[in-house]
């Protein structure tokens, strides 16, 4: 699909797996389930799906999922799946290079987000994308730098603190990236997270990050346990879902591991998935 100057690609950087109970929230289990099966430990599975943008003069990656660098102890707790896809080969399927990669949008600094921006050489933390500049919003790079007891685990230092040092990492000063992207800020999963919208005059894709991880997550009641605000996340849906449903935006969702892409409809019982797509 191309919007604007921008040819648009889903990139798969693999899957892993949370506890199902924490990722729905206040939501019983019997209702989730049905779309999200959990697995013996009560983990279910989400994929780590970044978006490649990409013009005459710009690869832009957002995103980078897991990364690469993890213990045999963590990978089996988060039971990362990366034997099929990889940020790298789905990127060389596209025949991108790392070092093609121009800008790196960053929604927010959670490890699941961010994890494959750098990358070890002999025994070094660096860039994992060399040429690029990465973004992020310096609310939330201030919270990651200095989070709660309560989220401190999902933000690893080594998957940004690097870009910082290596003077790559930029603050995004604005609402608008550029005429096809625009940046919509929320506060109810962590401080300063961004949503990526990216529209001309006929289409709107909105790149959910955590507001909206899976399809299933629609419907207003339907909050993550670790979101940090989640009475502002329903408000925040309330403000968003409106314009999705009327403009007809098409959600891309980064967690969903079965559908990339959906539409929504408002009903006499509140906002659900009208239409899931696994192309655009």
Not at 99 to 106: F, G, K, M, P, Q
Not at 221 to 245: A, F, H, R
Request: charged residues 25%.
């Amino acid at each position: 699909m191309k919007i604007g100057k921008y040819n648009i690609h889903i990139v798969n950087s693999g899957y892993f797996y949370l506890d199902g109970g924490a990722m729905f929230g206040i939501i019983p289990k019997p209702l989730w389930e049905k779309t999200n099966p959990a697995d013996e430990a009560n983990r279910i599975k989400l994929a780590t799906r970044n978006l490649l943008l990409v013009s005459d003069d710009k690869k832009i990656l957002i995103d980078t999922g897991m990364g690469n660098k993890w213990s045999k102890k963590l990978s089996e707790i988060y039971r990362i799946e990366q034997d099929v896809y990889t940020l790298n080969s789905s990127l060389a399927k596209l025949s991108v290079k790392p070092e093609n990669i121009t800008d790196v949008l960053l929604t927010h600094l959670h490890f699941d987000h961010t994890g494959g921006s750098t990358e070890m050489i002999d025994g070094k933390l660096v860039p994992a994308f060399r040429n690029a500049k990465y973004y992020v919003s310096k609310k939330n790079f201030d919270w990651a730098m200095n989070p709660s007891e309560r989220d401190k685990g999902s933000y690893v230092k080594d998957n940004f603190l690097p870009l910082f040092e290596n003077g790559v990492l930029y603050f995004f000063n604005d609402k608008l990236f550029d005429d096809e992207i625009d940046l919509i800020e929320v506060n109810g999963h962590t401080f300063g997270m961004q949503l990526i919208k990216i529209s001309d005059s006929a289409n709107t894709i909105l790149f959910c990050a955590d507001l909206f991880p899976f399809t299933s997550h629609i419907p207003l009641p339907y909050v993550m346990g670790y979101d940090l605000q989640p009475l502002l996340t329903v408000e925040e849906k309330k403000q968003i879902l409106p314009k999705v449903v009327d403009e007809n935006w098409k959600l891309c969702f980064e967690h969903d591991p079965f559908y990339p892409f959906a539409t929504v409809e408002k009903t006499e019982t509140g906002f659900r998935v009208k239409e899931k797509f696994n192309e655009l």
